[in-house]
């Protein structure tokens, strides 16, 4: 099995080809889209952080692991690791963000109601940043398992 990736992941890369300045485009837009995504993060680190990842999850490397990534961007592993595993952040504004954002896509009508929660007219699109039930290590808490305090504001 091995082996036959290998071959067709070559097959691919070969027939590949996007020209430098296409790319080069491609990365203030991506910039402009994390921009919501990142704005409640009130302090400049996790925000950076976290275009790091997204850039390094887009970029030519073999393994794309959070050392891989910081590496790569010439940056020490380990405040990536702690923003991506460890660290305490709330997710729900990323969450809200990205239902807004596909929400339309899925001609969803999801206005607001009084409470400020999103009430719509069919099912939302089901999104979760959070790992599977029963996925992790002994001492790790799960993202979204209980509100989680924002050390990063």
Request: aromatic fraction near 10%.
């Amino acid at each position: 099995m091995e082996v036959e990736y290998a071959t067709r992941k070559q097959q691919l890369l070969h027939e590949c080809h996007v020209a430098p300045e296409i790319f080069h485009q491609v990365m203030p837009r991506l910039a402009t889209f994390l921009a919501p995504f990142v704005r409640p993060f009130c302090r400049q680190e996790p925000a950076h952080h976290a275009h790091t990842y997204v850039y390094g999850l887009l970029a030519d490397l073999e393994r794309k692991n959070v050392e891989s990534i910081a590496y790569r961007f010439g940056q020490d592993r380990l405040p990536l690791q702690r923003f991506i595993g460890w660290a305490e952040w709330d997710d729900a504004p990323l969450r809200q963000e990205l239902t807004r954002q596909v929400a339309p896509a899925q001609n969803v009508d999801a206005r607001q109601n009084a409470s400020g929660q999103s009430r719509c007219a069919e099912r939302p699109p089901r999104v979760s940043f959070a790992p599977p039930v029963g996925v992790g290590h002994a001492g790790a808490q799960r993202r979204g398992a209980a509100a989680p305090v924002d050390r990063w504001r």
